[in-house]
């Protein structure tokens, strides 16, 4: 059977996407290949045309995920405006109840650590990049020499609060707890220039 110019890249594509979904949602170790292809509805066999490897996937899922992230989305106004929208972003009830289609450090930061050297290498990059992006946001009133420390110290804050507020059971909490780690990383930012 004969498919059309670019069919592999676009179902090589698929594959990333749904598998970026699911490692986000699930975590990558309760994925399976089968369950995966199925879910973007592939046969088993077809996985090895497009992936050397699980650890693979995970790499180009990850990058995905991090290409498409809401920190890396443009915010409108002046600095101190875009990091608070990027911050009340980050940690509103939409990406809270979404984790398939959220942070993929938020979601995948345990497992990580547990990877191959390839692997936690793209995620650092991806991370430093994120940072970075923060950072470009804090007010003046930060000296330099702080910023990058700043900004680790800031998402850290963040990541914590959204993985707590998924964690628990109570929607007051858990909004009470995204609304804490707002006030929290903003403080962090310090005063606005």
Known sequence: MRFAKGHKEETRQRIIEVAS???????VE??????????????????YAHFRSKEELVREAMLWAFEHSRLRREV????????????????GPTHRDAPERGCAV????????????????????????????????????????????????MFGTMLGTLQMARAVTDPARSDAILEGGIQAALRLAGPPA
């Not at 430093?128 to 950072?135: D, K, N, Q």
């Open 106 to 153: 938020a979601a995948l930061v345990s497992e990580i650590a547990r990877h191959e050297t390839a692997t936690r290498e793209v995620f650092a990059e991806k991370l430093e990049a994120l940072t970075g992006r923060i950072a470009g946001l804090l007010p003046n009133s930060v000296p330099e020499a702080e910023r990058a420390a700043t900004a680790t110290a």
């Open 76 to 91: 409108g106004g002046d600095k101190a405006a875009a990091l608070e929208a990027l911050i009340r972003s980050y940690l």
């Open 30 to 47: 309760a994925v399976g290949i089968a369950g995966l292809m199925a879910e973007a509805g592939l046969t088993h066999g077809g996985f």
């Open 21 to 27: 979904e699911m490692f986000r949602r699930d975590g």
